[in-house]
């Protein structure tokens, strides 16, 4: 579970990285498409983690998480489409992460009071994918409205899920 935690962090700092090199200009294109391509890699994290989630619960008979982290993964890989078509709008190449997306395909536990820690660890993943979008979103704001938009409407969907989690882990699991 550390893994996709730490896969969040690396991805939040090449986003930072690209904003700290200082504003775009409106020709830079380019620049929008690196950071649209970040948000796709955290995106993708995204959806990996919450099907191990829901294969898991369901493993657990945990229906009712289980049916919740189906839905996340299907909403976030709406998410992941979306930005791939703006990519294109833009001109731009979608960069696929399958690399850190291969390594992750072991089951992560063997029982329940495990996937406890699981989803308290997951709420700090989501929280720190919240932080990433929520600096893209600013950056993007001046040099592309219509990519800044689309990343407010992926966080907000983030912040439900991180808020369906805090709920799990407060009053489901405890
Ligand atoms: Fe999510």
């Known amino acids: 579970m550390k893994a996709f935690l730490t896969d969040v962090q690396k991805l939040g700092d ?16 380019s620049r929008s498409i690196v950071i649209l391509n970040q948000a796709l890699a955290l995106n993708m994290v995204c959806v990996l983690r919450h099907m191990r989630h829901f294969v898991t619960a ?16 299907v909403r976030e ?8 078509t703006r990519i294109r709008e833009l001109g731009g190449e979608p960069e696929y992460e399958r690399h850190s997306a291969a390594k992750r395909g072991q089951l992560e ?42 990343l407010q409407q992926i966080l907000s969907l983030e912040e439900e899920h991180a808020e369906v989690m805090l709920n799990f882990v407060t009053v489901v699991i405890t």
């Not at 690209?18 to 775009?24: H, L, N, V």
């Not at 369901?58 to 993964?73: K, S």
């Open 77 to 84: 890989s709406e998410n992941s489409d979306l930005i791939v």
């Open 14 to 29: 090449r986003v930072r990285q690209e904003i700290r090199k200082g504003p775009a200009t409106e020709t830079e294109v």
């Open 58 to 73: 369901d493993r657990f008979d945990a229906r009712v998480v289980a049916q919740e982290f189906l839905e996340h993964t």
């Open 109 to 150: 536990c063997s029982t329940s009071s495990e996937f406890e820690d699981i989803i308290r660890a997951d709420l700090a993943t989501e929280q720190s994918a919240i932080a990433a979008y929520a600096e893209m979103i600013a950056w993007l704001a001046d040099v592309d409205p219509i990519s800044s938009e689309l």
